[in-house]
Nanobody, 115 residues
Framework: QVQLVESGGDLVQPGGSLRISCAAS????????ISWYRQAPGKQRELVAK???????NYADSVKGRFTISRDNAKNTVYLQMNSLKSEDTAVYSC?????????WGQGTQVTVSS
């Protein structure tokens, strides 16, 4: 059974930065891709960023130029660096790992952007 554990969520002021992490219980190189999703209260879950096993990345239009997804294979961890944070970035952020037709989710980490 694969476990994904997110961490790093916090309360941050608008314009601030935060890095959240997703640690996997097995080699992240074994996954086809790993993604960050977020869900704000009363809203549907949305894809924020994705990184493939070949290190291709893509981002939601709302975060392009502000967020960066990266991976550290030695630590089996995927990161989401978030800069220039806005109040609308407030959400629970969860990571998802895809292995063929199998999908794995973490429990999520809360990011709150507020003054």
């Amino acid at each position: 059974q694969v476990q994904l554990v997110e961490s790093g969520g916090d309360l941050v002021q608008p314009g601030g930065s935060l890095r959240i992490s997703c640690a996997a219980s097995r080699s992240i190189g074994s996954f086809n891709d790993i993604s960050w999703y977020r869900q704000a209260p009363g809203k549907q879950r949305e894809l924020v960023a994705k990184i493939t096993s070949e290190d291709f990345t893509n981002y939601a239009d709302s975060v392009k130029g502000r967020f960066t997804i990266s991976r550290d294979n030695a630590k089996n961890t995927v990161y989401l660096q978030m800069n220039s944070l806005k109040s609308e970035d407030t959400a629970v952020y969860s990571c998802n790992a895809r292995d063929g037709w199998s999908y794995y989710w973490g429990q999520g980490t809360q990011v709150t952007v507020s003054s």
